[in-house]
């Protein structure tokens, strides 16, 4: 067997992981964030450093909470990254479920647009992508998300096409629009036919609400002073009764025009 579903260890070909982030850096060539959101042993950090160093880096693993790997190894890997990049990686000081992860990406730098990179490799179950798009809800307009998941089918009993299509409705049901002619095919390391797959989504503004009740309130206000000045009055001052012996001439008020009748 080629690969292992569960084999978190995979990594990117270096190459292709340049051509990943230089895709999402061409459609968002103003972010200031780069979030890995499964970063592993931070390995992807050392090429986004290179590539733009002006980026706040954070990242956030699950590995032994998702038994990938034990006592930590992949916050202490992403920490020595750190280290050889001089630079902060914030929120890898402990590890987190992805649920767990929401307080980390809007802690950190949330005003800035952002790529974040969501690495699946085909491990993840259904509900685990449900929360890493929820922990995603918080990012700001116009960033970035790049999904990668398998292409192949491993030893895990199931089915990439389904996945896609998945991610796909989930990720536009928390307002995220499909960039789907940025995507591309990606290898891994020591592997020389492609076996994942880069899916792009941009964050959509958010449309601004109106105070439409006050407006509806004003506009009905407004219909019935109108209609209140158009009603006929129901009694004229002026006006003499009908049993008036006297009365030679009736006030009458049809449509609210005023006529003398005898």
């Known amino acids: 067997m080629l690969h292992n579903r569960f084999d ?4 990117y070909d270096q190459k292709d992981s340049q051509r990943v982030l230089a ?5 968002q060539p103003k972010s200031g964030r780069f979030i890995g959101l499964g970063c592993g042993g931070g390995s992807i950090f050392h090429l986004v450093h290179d590539m733009n160093p002006e980026l706040t880096l954070v990242g956030i693993e699950a590995g032994s909470k998702v038994h990938a790997c034990n006592l930590n190894e992949f916050v202490r890997q992403t920490q020595q990254v750190s280290t050889d990049i001089q630079r902060p990686i914030y929120g890898v000081d402990r590890e987190l479920l992805f649920k767990e992860s929401n307080h980390v990406i809007s802690t950190y730098h949330n005003n800035k ?17 449900n929360n890493c798009i929820k922990a995603c809800d918080q990012i700001p307009d116009h960033s970035i998300a790049i999904f990668v998941t398998s292409t192949i089918l491993n030893t895990y009993n199931g089915d990439p096409r389904s996945d896609y299509k998945y991610i796909i409705h989930t990720m536009r049901s928390h307002g ?8 591309c095919r990606v290898r891994e390391e020591k592997c020389n036919i492609y076996t994942m797959k880069a899916m792009y989504f941009k964050k959509k503004k958010k449309k601004k609400i109106t105070n439409c009740n006050a407006k509806v309130t004003t506009q009905t206000e407004t219909f019935k002073n109108k209609v209140a000045v158009l009603e006929p009055s129901t009694q004229a001052p002026d006006q003499t009764t009908p049993d008036d012996p006297d009365c030679t001439k009736a006030l009458v008020s049809i449509h609210g025009h005023r006529r003398y009748s005898t």
């Open 23 to 27: 895709r999402a850096m061409e459609l």
């Open 8 to 11: 978190l260890q995979r990594q």
């Open 176 to 183: 995220w629009v499909y960039k789907r002619k940025y995507d």
């Open 113 to 129: 647009i952002t790529i974040v990179h969501i690495y699946d490799g085909g491990v993840f179950s259904k509900h685990s992508i």
